[in-house]
């Protein structure tokens, strides 16, 4: 969950890692840090953002060319100067970057102290620097050979870059469970735990795999060796990022920007994968193990947070359109029991970055049980998407607020094409629904954009809203999922506590909280649960609850008896989560901004979740 930037070449190296880290901070910003090698290591550290390490760093030009670069996520130790990375060996050659965790770093760091070593950090890292200074020392090892030697005794996740003051033009780095990308230029490398950082300097990168070192050192070819020692052939793919893509191009907020994206990331999605005029769908993916996939007994969805939210309407679709029975489990709990998995099962891994530890954990034992794996990612070249047997890319394009938002309505689209695939090939669904759905599904961008219009009502709103301290969330069938995912936007960027639910779950519960201060969103559409849905406002209504209603254009009745509402075009029942979500989206991002709040980096929170 931390960022990871290193730069060897022959510009000033201070500038390139504070970019890097500017872009890599949605990954972790409770402390960040750079090491610079000019003949003898200088560390700069500063809890808080990349602006207060800037502000730390001396006025005078910092001429080294070879650096590493970290902003953190703390796991190990509270965040502090201190524990901010990088971390330097005790004899003070090495300098350290590291996201992950060292699990038997215990063990590891009491037999150092009984050798000599004193530490000054509570992390994991520190001790992981120690020990490769300990290998080099006694071994009079090269920096790569010591770095091997160490993680063949290390346990757990991590991606790390290392340098050594008296290996000065060296950057060697490794990974395994967490990402590490290479940037190769014609006179510099780049490491970084994602491509962002590189993007503007050279478009040739390699991802690392799990157990793999690289070296790269001025003036050569970079090498990539296994644990094993065994030397890998380069894989060197060309980057297609737009740099344009990861600038807030004009917006305030990098979340408002990636909602407003929605329409044209929906149709990307779609692109190439379904036409209406012809009536076709197509994911390249599906067609690859196509009689397996169109035969199996049952689909598990595996996923965390957003992703779960759209696993559950995903499972709606699949058992709507091609009658699978599908189970949704938070992969997190999947990975730590005994589940029933077997051969006859698909196993749906759905991550944004593609990085998710639990997710990517559950990828490997459905692997391990004979299940074929199918990664719905959305960041190329990811380890879930080289983990799976087969997949789909997202193509939503770089998603850098924390709060996920075209993310999810990405993956609920694609899980809409692969529903009606399978229904179509499992003669599901008659050709007049089939083609119905397809053209519907197709309209989706352009009524997506109607319901952006509606920014100043929906901005108004949230103005009315914004000092609720709790509020309810409500949906039925299809927009049930939706309910959960306004709620956790809510949560996630604005800080007030929030619940999803069923609607008819109310009466079971939730309704003893409903009085004049709370607010309850209700996800009030024109489908087959519409009568009960208007039930359940007169039943908020009676005990004066304030509603906020998400309707269907032209709805009356709703109209009469919301507090305020927000209208989206009519749609097919099973793809009304598309436009629903939006307002919602919007709503938890305008409560946050009049709140103070960071909407882009909240508080406690990263991007990446590659550590449990």
């Not at 719905?376 to 047997?389: D, E, K, M, P, Y």
Request: proline letters at 3%; charged letters at 25%; aromatic letters at 6%.
């Amino acid at each position: 969950m931390c960022g990871i930037v290193a730069y060897s070449g022959k510009k000033a190296a201070c500038p390139i890692l504070i970019e890097g880290l500017k872009r890599l901070e949605y990954r972790g910003y409770d402390s960040s840090g750079v090491s610079l090698l000019n003949g003898s290591l200088q560390t700069f550290k500063k809890k808080g953002k990349v602006k207060d390490l800037e502000n730390i760093l001396p006025k005078e030009e910092l001429t080294a060319t070879l650096g590493i670069g970290h902003t953190r996520w703390a796991t190990h130790g509270e965040p502090n100067d201190v524990n901010a990375h990088p971390h330097l060996s005790g004899n003070g050659r090495l300098a350290l970057v590291h996201n992950g965790i060292i699990e038997n770093y215990a063990s590891i760091k009491e037999a150092l102290i009984k050798r000599g070593h004193t530490f000054s950090s509570e992390t994991d890292t520190e001790v992981l620097v120690h020990y490769i200074e300990e290998l080099q020392s006694e071994g009079k090892l090269a920096l790569e050979e010591a770095v091997r030697q160490a993680l063949l005794h290390v346990e757990g996740a991590y991606a790390i870059v290392v340098i050594d003051s008296q290996e000065p033009n060296k950057l060697v780095g490794a990974k395994k469970q967490s990402p590490l990308v290479v940037g190769i230029a014609e006179d510099s490398f780049y490491f970084a735990s994602d491509a962002t950082p590189i993007i503007s300097h050279t478009n040739k990168v390699v991802y690392l795999k799990d157990g793999e070192i690289a070296v790269a050192e001025l003036g050569k070819e970079l090498v990539i060796r296994q644990l094993s020692n065994i030397e890998q052939k380069l894989d060197v793919q060309e980057l297609s990022l737009d740099i344009q893509q990861i600038e807030k191009g004009g917006y305030e907020h990098y979340m408002l920007k990636e909602i407003d994206e929605q329409p044209k990331t929906i149709a990307d999605g779609m692109r190439g994968r379904l036409n209406g005029k012809e009536g076709w769908t197509r994911l390249d993916g599906l067609e690859e193990y196509s009689n397996r996939i169109s035969s199996v007994k049952r689909i598990i969805i595996a996923a965390c947070g957003t992703s779960w939210h759209s696993g559950l309407i995903g499972e709606y679709l699949i058992e709507e359109f091609a009658r699978i029975p599908v189970e949704v489990e938070y992969a997190s709990e999947l990975r730590y029991r005994n589940p029933i998995i077997g051969k006859d099962d698909l196993v749906i891994a759905i991550s944004q970055s593609g990085e998710t530890a639990d997710t990517l954990a559950a990828v490997n034992l459905a692997k391990e049980k004979g299940a074929l794996v199918y990664g719905l990612v959305n960041a190329v070249g990811s380890t879930i998407a080289r983990a799976s047997h087969c997949g789909s890319y997202l193509h939503a394009g770089p998603e850098i607020g924390v709060a996920s938002t075209k993310a999810f309505t990405s993956q609920v689209t694609l899980l809409a094409i692969m529903a009606l695939n399978l229904g179509m090939k499992r003669g599901t669904l008659s050709n007049t629904t089939y083609h119905r759905l397809i053209s519907a599904l197709e309209q989706i961008p352009s009524q997506l954009s109607k319901v952006l219009e509606q920014k100043e009502q929906i901005k108004y709103i949230a103005g009315e809203i914004k000092s609720a301290t709790n509020a309810l969330y409500l949906g039925r069938g299809f927009n049930f999922p939706v309910a959960l995912e306004g709620a956790l936007k809510l949560k996630e960027i604005s800080y007030i506590h929030a619940e999803g639910y069923p609607a008819a779950e109310m009466k079971h519960g939730p309704i003893a909280l409903i009085d004049i201060y709370m607010p309850v969103f209700v996800i009030a559409t024109k489908g087959g649960s519409y009568d009960k849905i208007v039930s359940n406002i007169q039943e908020v209504k009676a005990r004066k609850g304030k509603i906020i209603a998400i309707i269907t254009e032209g709805d009356e009745t709703i109209k009469d008896l919301a507090d305020y509402y927000i209208e989206i075009p009519l749609t097919e029942e099973a793809l009304t989560p598309l436009l629903s979500v939006v307002p919602l989206q919007l709503l938890s991002y305008y409560i946050a901004v009049m709140r103070g709040c960071n909407v882009d980096q909240p508080r406690n929170l990263a991007k990446s979740v590659t550590v449990e």
